[in-house]
């Protein structure tokens, strides 16, 4: 029996192969990817469903699918370690979601965990000397690379808010340290019901530096509760995360979840893409400026965006009682 308290244990050995994660300190073994085929998100669009590998979208840490007609999953892809986030996972996210949000044909994003839970946070053991070791002659060189070092990390989430397409979080099992800094920067969280969260960064000596602190709390709107979160590193269970707001939704198992994520996909993708980005970006704006700089915002952005064909399709189609799935938008 390990001495040590559960998930602070770090085995090493020929036999054995651990992962030890600041952000959900677990060891990690042989989990496998699980292969079971994922049931049709509709009947309209199971053939559409396809499981290769996006084009320009080759990672070590992610793979990347066109899962339906202008939706891509996106999935944190290193099952046998728990999808332990690694030097490759940092600095991969940022490419990912920069290429996407280029992506004229892309419209909605899934971002998913492959094998039995979403992540077990920051991969230690893979990035300890960027984290432990820090470079510098001196206190004050050290401090100049770490400010550097943490400005890549915090990208690494930021570009999921940046990327104008709404990314939609389908979580399962754990999600812990790193995972919550991922999913706070997303649109939209469902969950299933085995799931649990966890801001971890307290148990192993450090505060969470590349979101969580800054964004649970807009997106639950309890400070206190954030506060006893991020103080104990408790878990907080799916049924206290749909209480609390972090998720909408739950769902009794994986399938389930994936089912809906990609349905609600295909319904946002149905609608013009220059009013849902830009439904977006100014969603996130308020967020973060008071009501009236907002408005001002707001009628900047409009009074160019409310020049597009899109509003007089959207009209057309609702004048002639059709569904928006119909009606073909141009690519953004």
Known sequence: MCPHPKGLCLTVGPLTSSVYSVWGLTASSNLGLNL???????????????PEEAPGHSYESLRVTAAQKHVLHVQLNRPEKRNAMNKAFWREMVVCFNKIAEDSDCRVVVISGAGKMFSSGIDLMDMASDLLQPTGDDSARISWHLH?????????????????KPVIAAIHGGCIGGGVDLITACDIRYSTRDSFFQVKEVDVGLAADVGTLQRLPKVIGNQSLVNELAYTARKMMA????????VSRLFPDKESMLDAAFTLAAEISSKSPVA???TKINLIYSRDHSVMESLNYMKSWNMSMLQTKDIMK????AIEKKDLKTVSFSKL
Do not use: H, N, W
């Not at 079971?36 to 396809?50: D, G, H, N």
């Not at 070092?149 to 104008?164: A, D, G």
């Not at 959207?314 to 189609?317: E, F, I, M, R, Y």
């Open 239 to 246: 049924d206290e995360a749909l209480e609390s707001g972090l």
């Open 314 to 317: 959207s009209v057309q189609a």
């Open 148 to 164: 550097s070092l943490l400005t890549r990390y915090q990208e690494t989430f930021s570009v999921i808010e940046k990327c104008p």
């Open 36 to 50: 079971r085929p994922m049931s049709a998100f509709t009947q309209e669009e199971a053939s559409k469903a396809s």
């Open 276 to 278: 849902v980005q830009s």
